[in-house]
């Protein structure tokens, strides 16, 4: 909020909730900035069919699930591993 890039604002229905705005002028530059990424993303991908993109994007999914799934046992004390 302080660098103007959002505008904060209350909810009308419930005053604890707090809605985030990105002000439309600042998301242009934002996107102007990710623009030289998207090229460099999209030049990368060519080099790829769209099985191979297909496959890279489910291994991405699944390896993510396992993470994440990991990361909660170990915050629910589910690992024996390191006691003792």
Same mark, same amino acid.
């Given at each position: *909020?302080? =660098? &103007? ?22 998301? /242009? /530059? ?12 999209? *030049?990368?991908? =060519? ?15 699944? &390896? ?13 004390? &589910?690992?024996?591993? &390191?006691?003792?």
């Amino acid at each position: *909020e302080r =660098a &103007g890039f959002v505008r904060r604002e209350r909810d009308s229905d419930d005053r604890r909730r707090v809605i985030v705005h990105l002000l439309p002028d600042r998301a /242009r /530059r934002i996107g102007r900035l990710f623009e030289p990424l998207a090229k460099a993303m999209a *030049e990368l991908h =060519a080099h790829y069919s769209d099985e191979e993109l297909a496959l890279m994007v489910e291994y991405t999914r699944r &390896g993510n699930a396992i993470a994440l799934e990991q990361t909660a046992k170990v915050e629910r004390g &589910g690992t024996s591993r &390191g006691r003792g």
